[in-house]
């Protein structure tokens, strides 16, 4: 088995990758992928938070 990339380690203070940006390109092929389009603002925070969580933490917090 090979080593992960993932999360980040270890975790930069400030990325500049990870924008807003990042954030909607990832909503968008989810929705194109069949799952519903972000519908408020809380589900945009949720996702930035879950697709932070992968790139920095390694899961759930």
């Known amino acids: 088995m090979s080593e ?3 999360p980040i380690q ?3 203070e400030d990325d500049a ?5 990042l954030v909607l390109d990832v909503a ?3 929705e194109k ?3 519903p389009p972000i519908a408020s ?3 945009f925070v949720e ?3 879950a697709l ?3 790139l920095y933490t390694g899961g759930a917090q």
Do not use: I
């Not at 990758?17 to 940006?21: E, I, Q």
């Open 33 to 35: 992928h069949g799952y």
């Open 47 to 49: 996702l930035q938070l």
């Open 17 to 21: 990758r990870f924008t807003l940006g």
């Open 41 to 43: 603002g809380r589900d």
């Open 52 to 54: 932070f969580r992968f």
């Open 28 to 30: 968008d092929v989810l």
């Open 4 to 6: 992960r990339s993932y």
């Open 10 to 12: 270890p975790q930069p």
